[in-house]
């Protein structure tokens, strides 16, 4: 009876390599756990030292075009918020983001059609590390940060550090092509980067998150936000359209699902190494096509406004409507490409600015004005 019994028995013996272990990747299935989408990495414990270090930065660099501004003393006390002295910002008709000068701008390397001619390619390195104001300053920090700390958190400092690099100075290729007479700023790229790879990360992990489409429209609303703000004077939204393709791109490419590794280090014990060799295999050859695909957009997009941009190319010439996406029509000041020259009259203790364009005036209770405050009062004036 018992010989019999056992001889029914059937073992059916899967072939696996002299090690041991088997490279059919269902033999190493991934349990993936669902969880909220914005607090799926409160389990880890990364270090967020890029984002971190990105935000100070820019608030480094703020506070220093700020000094260099020095309304009080160079728009002699016209300022808003008085109270802080040197760092008083200009008055809101003029920047409504409460910030500097264009010139101010233009001095700490602000983006602008005619320095491209002349191969001032450093301003494209200058160009996504400025702020157009405190405004435009606070909405890309908080955004930044609690965007950027959760990404960092999931995928690590290298990843999340290279997808904003990368998408701030596409940003500024990009944005090279469409920029007209006025200082432009584009530090929002890199923001719309962050929102990019972010975008691709939830649709990649759909299944995921228990609240996927709460955070789409978290996404969705921070980019409508900051689109809007980007129409305003001195940002330069054509560096955020960049940048959120870019984040996009190499966010298919870069950024694996973040469970897998989180199985793999719960799969097996230190010395069953060959199965974490192959469930982290797996982990590498995920969606190769989207990975691959990613990478050629980006590539493609990269080297296309390089050389567009090394051969003076101005797509205003071929897009008209173009500016509209990055302007919006005010009293303040105008969307169309202008040459700004005034008449200067000097009196015993008044100074008359005249545009030369429109015939609008302005007169000034002192006559000691350097001759960049001289030229962002007359492009206000004739906008």
Request: net charge positive; proline share 3%.
């Amino acid at each position: 009876m018992e010989g019999n019994s056992k001889s029914d028995v059937q073992m059916a013996v899967k072939p696996k390599c002299a090690l041991g272990v088997s490279f059919d990747f269902n033999d190493y299935p991934i349990r993936e756990k669902k969880a909220r989408f914005f607090r799926s990495a409160s389990h880890q414990h990364r270090d967020t030292w890029i984002i971190s270090l990105f935000a100070i930065l820019h608030v480094v660099i703020f506070i220093s075009t700020m000094v260099v501004n020095n309304c009080v003393e160079t728009s002699h006390g016209d300022c808003a918020f008085k109270v802080f002295g040197r760092l008083s910002f200009q008055p809101l008709s003029e920047n409504p983001l409460l910030g500097p000068s264009a010139s101010t701008l233009d001095y700490m390397g602000a983006l602008q059609r005619k320095y491209l001619s002349k191969r001032f390619t450093w301003r494209l390195f200058t160009f996504p590390c400025l702020h157009a104001g405190f405004i435009h300053l606070f909405v890309n920090l908080v955004c930044v940060l609690f965007i950027g700390i959760h990404m960092e958190q999931v995928f690590g400092s290298l990843r999340i550090g290279m997808i904003y690099i990368l998408s701030a100075f596409l940003g500024s290729l990009f944005a090279a092509l469409f920029v007209q007479g006025n200082p432009q700023v584009g530090a929002s790229g890199a923001l719309f980067g962050l929102l990019g790879a972010t975008l691709s990360h939830l649709i990649r992990s759909w299944k995921l998150y228990t609240d996927k489409f709460a955070a789409l429209a978290f996404i969705l609303s921070t980019l409508f936000i900051n689109s809007l703000i980007g129409m305003l004077p001195f940002i330069d939204n054509f560096a955020s359209i960049a940048g959120f393709i870019s984040g996009q791109s190499l966010g298919f490419a870069l950024l694996y699902n973040p469970e897998h590794t989180q199985a793999i280090q719960n799969k097996a014990g230190l010395f069953e190494y060959g199965i974490k060799i192959s469930a982290m295999l797996k982990q590498k050859l995920d969606k190769p096509i989207q990975r691959i695909i990613g990478l050629l957009v980006f590539a493609l997009l990269f080297v296309g406004c390089l050389v567009a941009v090394l051969k003076g190319i101005d797509l205003n010439q071929y897009c008209s409507w173009c500016r509209y996406a990055d302007c919006v029509l005010s009293k303040r000041w105008s969307c169309n490409e202008a040459t700004s020259l005034c008449e200067t009259i000097v009196s015993e203790s008044q100074l008359t600015l005249t545009c030369m364009a429109n015939g609008n005036f302005r007169i000034l209770p002192f006559t000691d004005i350097t001759p960049a405050r001289i030229g962002d009062l007359c492009s206000m004036i004739c906008s």
